[in-house]
């Protein structure tokens, strides 16, 4: 199975400052078509995980472009611009590459 | 619009079988897969299976002696069967639209508890 590592984050992060989160795979999330099978979650308290990015670094219907993917094959950066005190809660990396899909053990973020 | 909605009971013995139904609105089942995904509390995320629109099905490796993903398009309704639950399964779970989760269900919470 493919491993998905995140990083913690120095919480908690003022507001208005950038706050970047890190994940990484066990193995190569490229694909033969060339994209990267990398999907970025939020999941606020007591609700369900939001996609906010698919395909390593492609924002989902209505994420605000304050949220932005990138990376290479194996090493991904989800970075948060200007936070507010709604981008709170806790960030998930998932691979889409190849079964079974796995995530990250997630990064919580605190607002200050 | 896209609406994913998980019914259930919330109790369950040990030993005994979990049914949960994922009733969908606002797209086809058999142009989307729906996956189920679960998550203990105050833990992670945990990927369980995947229904696509053929009919096709995946599962978590760890998971698979236990599990079942059906689906009845006619209903819009996808099912998870999962069998010889432990407390270690206590969880909510959650379905959501494509392998992508573009959208998500609100989550039901199952104890496994006598």
């Not at chain 1, 999941?43 to 939001?50: K, L």
């Not at chain 2, 105050?42 to 629109?53: H, R, Y």
Request: glycine residues 10%.
């Amino acid at each position: 199975d493919i491993v998905m590592t995140q990083g913690v984050l120095p919480n908690p992060v003022p507001s208005g400052e950038s706050a970047s989160i890190t994940c990484r795979s066990s193995k190569s999330l490229v694909y033969k078509d060339g994209k990267t099978y990398l999907n970025w979650f939020l999941q606020r308290p007591g609700q369900s995980p939001q996609l906010l990015t698919y395909w390593m670094s492609t924002r989902a219907s209505g994420v605000s472009d304050r949220f932005s993917g990138s990376g290479s094959g194996t090493y991904f950066t989800l970075k948060i611009s200007r936070v507010r005190a709604e981008d709170a809660g806790v960030y998930y990396c998932q691979q889409v590459r190849e079964y079974p899909l796995t995530f990250g053990s997630g990064t919580k973020l605190e607002i200050k | 619009q896209v609406q994913l909605k998980e019914s259930g009971p919330g109790l369950v013995q040990p030993s005994q079988t979990l049914s949960l139904t994922c009733t969908v609105s606002g797209f086809s089942l058999s142009s989307y897969g729906v996956i189920w995904v679960r998550q203990p509390p105050g833990k992670g995320l945990e990927w369980m299976g995947v229904i696509w629109g053929n009919g096709n099905t995946n599962y978590n490796s760890a998971l698979k002696s236990r599990l079942s993903i059906s689906r009845d398009t006619s209903k819009s309704q996808v099912y998870l069967k999962m069998n010889s639950l432990q407390t270690e399964d206590t969880a909510t779970y959650y379905c959501a639209r494509d392998q992508t989760g573009d959208y998500w269900g609100q989550g039901v919470m199952v104890t496994v508890s006598s």
